[in-house]
């Protein structure tokens, strides 16, 4: 302490030099126009530098943010671009061979557009689709429903908005099927394993089946109507039975890509069913007389 | 030879009359320099700046810190008057600060400053006075120029106002202390 106060009386004159200087420079440098430019533009350039090195660390520690936003953005503009896409490819999109056959088919019945909310694929192969039409809509249980490809499966149940459709790949799905330009017919199941391939029982073992013969609906049930395509024959075996064949078929629907699907409104069955209301009515009537 | 041999020592008696003499000289030297000689521009830009007179009127035991504060004073006051801010003021303090140093460098050979004296040249004999105001003279020009101009870049411009403003501050000088000299009273200014 005592050293510094000696120091400090010692070096008074230079102390109170450096302050003075400072006074005047500071006076020079605010009020004397030509050295407070100079100054400033000195100065300048290394204040602009530190103020934009300032800025760069700014803008660096709050890159997580803005890479986060990026990132959401990002997200949001890619689901954009992806909707945007399966738009352009609806209006570009131009039929297969199947899907022209299968509007052709299709052209006579009421079609009700849906679209499949929700694919669960379960461990008893029970798989089932729901999808965003029902009742209100004018969907009823057992109306068939087909795809892009061809046969989807038939609506099990049908609530006043949604519809609970049983679809080929299910267990207990049994579909009347021929092959196309043959007479022969038999009931389209499947057993699990992989969704593309299902089995055509009950051909006759004389049945001259080849590899890669269509197979589409045969129309004997009310569900579908007849010629809808519903896979190739992929291989020729024996049925559990022994005195049938057993063909497997490779679907043309894609079970697990599956988006757009109509419901067939059958209008020859409301027929149908008026014919056997008539019969059944007749029947009731001869039974009174 | 050294009249300061002879001179009284500085006691409170003596001390106030000398303080207000200088006080005196001061402003006498400030009114001289803002009233008369800025107006004078030789060759457009020797100004003479004999104001550091001041610095000789001290005697060798002033504080060190008593030169920079009046030089530091002297010169803002001529700032204020000549719409120089700081130029002056920094110019001068700086002189203010190396006047001591100055003085020691040129001091007669052998002189130990054990007696206090005036600067004059009567207590230094004319060339070492001179030699003395001559560096007082052009640090303070060649600060004053320097601070003004703020650059580097006319530099041969701001020797020669140096040079020319030294000789015309430095005859200034000449021509005060001859006057003093003159008309100096025994023990009018100590000197």
Redesign the interface.
Known sequence: MRNLLLFLQRY???L??LV??L??????????R??GT??FNATGTVVGGINSLWADAAAYSHLREVNTRLEDENTRLKMQNDALRQMVDEQRHTPTATEQRLADVLKKYPLIPAKVTSNEQRADRLNHLIINRGRNDGVRDGMGVVGGGGVVGVVAEASANYALVVPVTHQRSAISCRLRGTGWFGYLVWEGGSKLTAYLDDIPRYADVTRGMAVETSGYSDIFPPGIFVGNVLAVGSGPDGQSLRLTVHLATDFSNLRDVSVVGNIARSQTDTLRNHAAFNEGVLEKK | MFAAASQPPLNPPVLLPDTLTKVYWFVGLLLLQVVLLDHIALLGYAIPMPYVYFFCLLPTNTPRWVYVATGFALGLLIDVFTATPGVGAAACCATGLAAPYLLQLFAPSGYAFDEPFVPSSRTMEWMPFLRFAVSLVLLNCFLYFLLEAFTLMYFGRLLLTTLLSTLLSTAFIAAIEKLRAATARPRGLNA
Request: overall charge neutral; charged content about 10%.
């Open positions: 008074t004159h230079i109170l030099f003075l200087e006074v005047s420079l500071a006076l020079l440098f605010s009020y004397g030509k050295q100079a100054f």
